[in-house]
């Protein structure tokens, strides 16, 4: 499925984004950008539980998603 997350368009630009399984194991993903939503393509990975790490200016933010 595909996942969009939006955050400011300034934090946007330097903003690193890493997706893991529920197990753990970092899943590579393509990314789109749009103005200030980044786009996530986990259709590869099927159905699942899975945690974005958006990395931007020094901070951590991990949110849980899961794809049905």
Not at 11 to 35: H, I, Q, Y
């Given at each position: 499925?595909?996942?969009?997350?939006?955050?400011?368009?300034?934090?946007?630009?330097?903003?690193?984004?890493?997706?893991?399984?529920?197990?753990?194991a970092?899943?590579?993903?393509?990314?789109?950008?749009?103005?200030?939503?980044?786009?996530?393509?986990?259709?590869?990975?099927?159905?699942?539980?899975?945690f974005i790490?958006?990395?931007?200016?020094?901070?951590?933010?991990?949110?849980?998603?899961?794809?049905?």
């Amino acid at each position: 499925g595909q996942v969009f997350v939006e955050m400011p368009r300034d934090e946007a630009d330097g903003a690193t984004l890493e997706v893991f399984n529920a197990l753990g194991a970092k899943c590579p993903v393509r990314t789109s950008t749009a103005d200030n939503v980044i786009g996530l393509d986990l259709s590869e990975y099927g159905p699942g539980l899975f945690f974005i790490t958006v990395i931007r200016a020094g901070s951590l933010e991990t949110r849980r998603v899961i794809i049905e």
